[in-house]
């Protein structure tokens, strides 16, 4: 509902053309694929891929797609990662739709499109966990026991013991879901 919602305010614009829509992170790569949009308009979450895995994935496309993020996520980690993802915008679903389309627009001629108060703040804070950290405490605030991580990530135990430590410490966690929590509301996770 919300993607036709937004493709029917796009195409009120006279210079731009919507040219699919996706309810899923899969479907949307399967797009870029066929379509080669210029533009790729995507949200963070996403059911079967991610937003920021999509655009990881866009950017390795050929042609590859402009980036614009669209999310409710107003969090400097999100931020960041959407960057280090390919993304060139970044914008909060509350903007108005005519700052949306000039933020395409902007995106399209190889700008970049930031909300600006969050941009502050993503200068202000820096994500402390690395690549495998996040990845094994994302699992761990999911539920997951160590051992479950260690196979689904192929590692020993000890290692996801280490990598959990050392997560809880650089987000100041008192256990693994603490700092599962923390992480996921700076936008880290």
């Not at 210079?15 to 379509?35: C, F, K, P, Q, W």
């Not at 405490?137 to 000890?158: F, K």
Request: proline share 3%; glycine share 8%.
């Amino acid at each position: 509902m919300v993607a036709g919602a937004l493709a029917a305010l796009l195409a009120i614009e006279r210079d731009l053309e919507v040219v699919g829509t996706a309810s899923n992170g899969r479907d949307a790569l399967e797009l870029i694929r066929r379509l080669h949009p210029d533009v790729l308009l995507t949200d963070i979450e996403m059911p079967q891929m991610t937003g920021l895995e999509l655009a990881s994935m866009a950017r390795l496309e050929t042609p590859a797609p402009h980036i614009v993020i669209l999310t409710t996520f107003a969090r400097a980690g999100y931020l960041r990662r959407a960057l280090d993802a390919g993304a060139a915008g970044y914008l909060l679903k509350d903007a108005p739709a005519t700052e949306l389309a000039q933020a395409i627009r902007r995106v399209h001629a190889g700008c970049r499109a930031i909300d600006a108060a969050l941009a502050a703040a993503a200068w202000t804070e820096s994500d402390p966990l690395t690549d495998r950290e996040r990845q094994v405490l994302r699992l761990a605030g999911d539920g997951w026991s160590s051992a479950s991580i260690g196979v689904e990530l192929q590692l020993s135990d000890g290692t996801v013991r280490n990598y959990l430590s050392d997560a809880i410490s650089k987000v100041g966690g008192r256990n693994r879901v603490d700092a599962a929590r923390i992480a996921r509301a700076k936008g880290w996770l």
